[in-house]
């Protein structure tokens, strides 16, 4: 009995104190940030069930707002994924939202299992993912698995949405924050609406960037519908029709010519590397390269290069030899997490496209040995929102179109205003400009009404990115392709 009174009780006491005080932070210094910030943690039960049980630690960040008249509702960036560190992107957080910092926190918590939260990271999955297959995935991801189970933390299915966001809770009663400000990205989108399922009266605005919904089934058709508009797109354009001719037939064509040894000059180190390109690898690779306008434009020439056997233009463009960033994965959280809530609902048949085939299939493999938790039913609703919603959506998103924002939006109800750019990628607010700027006038709103109506005016359709040309001779393409090309 008195395990259930005493978070009663430390709530109570949070809520009597002033909304700015703070909890037992100390000045820190992480990446990205001339200047101290406050780092503080929480400590969590591993298994809310147990209590008693191990414990964790979930760190966080806070960027406090200098202004002596500073306002109470703190804004937190939730991250994407699943996997990523939110503080290791609190740089780019801060950057984007720095004109709402001067009177409101902005606070980065490390969801369980990635950054300093009790990490969950595969080395084994880390470097060049993007040129590993199926079975490579599956074989590195079962060393991951018993390295992982080995931890002290290594019951892997305490790491669900559901119990990470009454961690994120503890957080905002720690830090004494009567509401907050919400603003997810991709996976963080997920995040942020199973929070708002169960603190609906902690949330004061929501932002949600690339809609993932809790109720959709992931992966699905989504990237072939994108891939297959580069084709259409690129067939309608005299000036991409003459360069690249038939592209679609040559993408058929590039696939039934796998598996396939390759030889290239590696884009970053410029030594010669050799793989075994299979399907799994090619469809990967295309599919990094759909999330950006802009390399979605390198496509037309990387899949005309690739069908005559030259692959570095496709590597290069996917950044599947790219450094691994401090932003990356950790693929024992992710795996956790997807392999709970979405594993049960892949399709029992095998999916109709080669993008929904290849998650599938990694899913299914991986997944079938992966511990997974049962989540609750409640996960997979979208309840009407008791507070402003803010959807931000792509069409040419190949994981979370428009659609999927839509279908959000009508589900949360008249609290919710969904706005698409039709020729944009995935990530909205990365692009800067006007939607920083709707952002700051959204969240700064004197009242929800307000925030409603806020003037849209500046979000304006733009045209499909024109196609890369590269007049370069087939036999010099591969030792240019580190190059990069004219528009």
């Known amino acids: 009995m008195l395990l259930r009174i005493l978070p009663r009780l430390a709530f109570c006491l949070a809520a ?85 910092n001067r009177r409101r926190d902005l606070v980065f918590v ?20 993007e040129l590993l297959d199926t079975a490579q995935v599956y074989q590195n991801a079962q060393k991951c698995l018993a390295r992982l189970q080995a931890l002290p933390y290594g ?102 010519g796998l598996p396939r040894q390759v030889t290239l000059i590696h884009p970053r180190l410029g030594n010669q590397i050799q793989i075994q390109m299979t399907r799994d690898i090619v469809v990967g690779m295309v599919h990094k390269s759909l999330y950006a306008p802009m390399s979605v434009a390198g496509l037309p020439y990387a899949l005309t290069q690739a069908e005559q056997g030259r692959y570095a233009p496709l590597v290069a463009l996917s950044g599947a030899t790219n450094l691994p960033g401090q932003a990356g994965i950790a693929y024992g959280m992710h795996f956790s ?11 029992a048949t095998p999916a109709a496209d080669d993008f929904a085939g290849l998650m599938d299939g990694m899913y299914k493999q991986v997944c079938e040995k992966w511990p997974r938790a049962t989540v609750p039913a409640g996960f997979y609703t979208i309840p009407r929102s008791p507070a402003p919603v803010l959807l931000l959506s792509g069409g040419m998103d190949p994981v979370t179109p428009a659609a999927h924002g839509a279908h959000v939006a009508a589900a949360l109800g008249p609290q919710a205003l969904h706005l698409a750019v039709d020729n944009a990628g995935h990530g909205l607010m990365s692009q800067g400009g006007c939607l920083r700027e709707l952002a700051y006038r959204y969240l700064n709103a004197g009242s929800d009404a307000e925030a409603l109506k806020v003037d ?26 580190g190059n990069g090309g004219k528009r």
């Open 456 to 481: 849209t005016s500046c979000v304006r359709q733009i045209p499909r990115p024109l196609a890369w040309q590269m007049p370069l001779p087939p036999s010099s393409a591969d030792a240019s392709a």
């Open 155 to 256: 019951d892997l299915r305490q790491f669900t949405t559901t119990i990470a966001m009454q961690d994120l809770d503890a957080v905002r009663q720690a830090q004494a924050y009567a509401k907050i400000n919400l603003v997810g990205v991709s996976y963080g989108t997920r995040a942020g609406l199973e929070y708002l399922r169960q603190f609906p009266q902690s949330v004061r605005r929501v932002i949600l960037d690339g809609v993932v919904p809790p109720d959709a089934r992931l992966p699905s058709s989504d990237a072939q519908s994108a891939l297959d508009a580069v084709f259409a797109d690129c067939a309608k354009d005299a000036r991409c029709n003459s360069a690249y001719p038939q592209l679609a037939e040559r993408w058929n064509k590039l696939l039934a």
């Open 16 to 100: 009597s104190l002033p909304a700015w005080a703070g909890a037992a932070t100390q000045a820190c210094r992480v990446p990205d940030f001339p200047q101290e910030v406050q780092c503080g943690k929480v400590q969590r039960p591993l298994d809310p069930a147990r209590p008693d049980g191990p414990k964790i630690d979930i760190n966080y960040v806070v960027v406090p707002s200098q202004d002596r008249n500073k306002l109470p509702d703190a804004i937190v960036l939730l991250a994407g994924g699943p996997g990523q560190s939110a503080i290791s992107v609190a740089g780019w957080g801060q950057f984007a939202f720095s004109r709402l």
């Open 110 to 129: 490390d969801q369980r299992g990635t950054g300093r939260s009790a990490p969950l990271n595969c080395p084994e999955l880390d470097s060049n993912a």
């Open 337 to 347: 997490v997807w392999c709970s809530e979405e594993y049960a609902r892949l399709p």
